[in-house]
């Protein structure tokens, strides 16, 4: 994947680094780097995560994890996702990965293998509080605490919970009867754990409208890199703050014109020859296709892209390695110059919520597609 590159913007980064830490005066900032740090490169969001001395960053699988050390991270490491396979445990504590146990099962596999090891890792446990994916409900709290001795409740490090509905409302009835519980949660193992046990909830959204639930950690992935996670939160943000958010996207993907043809009146563009010219036009291949991670929704002018600060629209369906652009306007010197997926050019912007409407999906989803070995760059 030559000719198409990511572009990543420490300056942004470290913006959005400050502004929660800004918004967020007692909890830890924890980065949320899974799923290749939402597209932008987990190597290189470590490499920003080592310079700018970010205590702690959080998976989802025990490979990110692994594959965090292997970076040189040396700070905290917490696997929210699925409980990890038995036989990575003890790689995981010698690594001082922190894991995430969110049922009896798994909490059982924990106990009886860290009986087994040289080092305990450390252990944070999952609540339901109204996701209704994953966790231990508040009443299993006795069952759970039966089954710890001594010892092992020393590695009891955490408490969480997760968000169902802060982003998609402006009202945020769920969401507050999700903190009540999480303050129950609180109160009750607070009775039988630690002093020290870290209780953490909020991620993006609720960390930057709902400071009540930043409690010890807050769990920031997509705003990290510099996105709302909804236009509503950004709105309820302005209601909360009294002021917009100013966060910056961390990253602008760009490619480049590999070839350009002229076609004519009644010639048609692309597969299923769903494009038809209606008077002479210029095309230019772009090396990019749903493989690359753009979306195929974004087919015949459901898209455009950036070339020298115009928009050129999307002719013909995305193929899986190519796309074909309208580059009839543009002035013959300016086909060599980069072509702008996502990012800026000469005042003209193409946002990532932007992309992900026209793929029909969310930033969330749309960042992710984003093929991990397009080669990235810390600029
Ligand atoms: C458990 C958990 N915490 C935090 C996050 C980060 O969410 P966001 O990207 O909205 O900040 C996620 C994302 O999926 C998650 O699953």
């Keep these: 994947m030559k000719h198409t590159k990511i572009q990543l913007s420490r300056n942004a980064f470290e913006h959005n680094l400050s502004f929660f830490k800004g918004i967020i005066p007692s909890a830890l900032l924890s980065p949320v780097v899974k799923a290749n740090a939402y597209g932008h490169g987990m190597a290189e969001i470590a490499s920003l995560a080592k310079e700018f001395k970010v205590p702690m960053l959080m998976v989802n699988y025990a490979h990110e994890a692994m594959f965090l050390r292997k970076t040189g991270y040396k ?8 409980f990890p396979h038995q036989s990575s445990l003890s790689e995981l504590a010698q690594l001082n990965i922190e894991i995430t146990a969110s049922n009896m099962g798994a909490l059982e596999i924990w106990l009886r293998t860290t009986k087994s090891l040289a080092t305990t890792g450390r252990v944070h446990l999952k609540f339901n509080t109204g996701l209704n994916r994953q966790g231990f409900e508040l009443s299993q709290l006795s069952e759970i605490t039966k089954k710890l001795d001594d010892v092992s409740l020393q590695y009891i490090q955490g408490v969480s919970s997760h968000f169902a509905n802060v ?7 769920f969401a507050n009867a999700q903190l009540t519980q999480m303050k129950k949660i609180q109160t009750e193992c607070k009775k039988v754990f630690s002093e020290d046990t870290e209780f953490h909830l909020a991620a993006s959204g609720a960390a ?18 510099g996105i709302m996670p909804s236009s509503l939160t950004k709105l309820s943000y302005h209601q909360v703050h009294q002021v917009p958010p100013v966060l910056k996207p961390v990253l602008s993907w760009k490619t480049q ?3 350009t043809r002229t076609i004519h009146q009644g010639d048609f ?6 494009y038809k010219a209606e008077s002479k036009m210029r095309i230019g291949v772009l090396p990019v296709g749903y493989d690359e991670g753009y979306s195929r929704l974004c087919s015949n002018h459901n898209a455009y892209v950036l070339i ?6 999307v002719v013909g369906r995305i193929c899986m390695n190519m796309m074909m652009v309208d580059v009839t306007n ?6 060599c110059d980069e072509v702008v997926l996502i990012g800026e050019s000469l005042g003209e912007t193409i946002s990532i ?19 991990q070995d397009i080669p990235k760059q810390i600029i």
């Design 75 to 82: 700070g905290r490491v917490v696997i929210v996702g699925p």
């Design 167 to 173: 982003e998609d409302v402006m009202d945020q009835d």
């Design 257 to 259: 014109i590999v070839e």
């Design 208 to 225: 930057m409208i709902l400071p009540e639930s930043q409690f010890d950690i807050c769990r920031v992935g997509i705003s990290i890199y």
């Design 330 to 335: 543009l002035p013959e010197e300016k086909l």
């Design 269 to 274: 563009v692309g597969y299923g020859c769903s």
């Design 353 to 371: 919520d932007q992309l992900a409407t026209w793929s029909q999906t969310i930033s969330y989803e749309a960042l992710t597609r984003i093929h």
């Design 308 to 313: 020298a600060g115009q928009r050129c629209p």
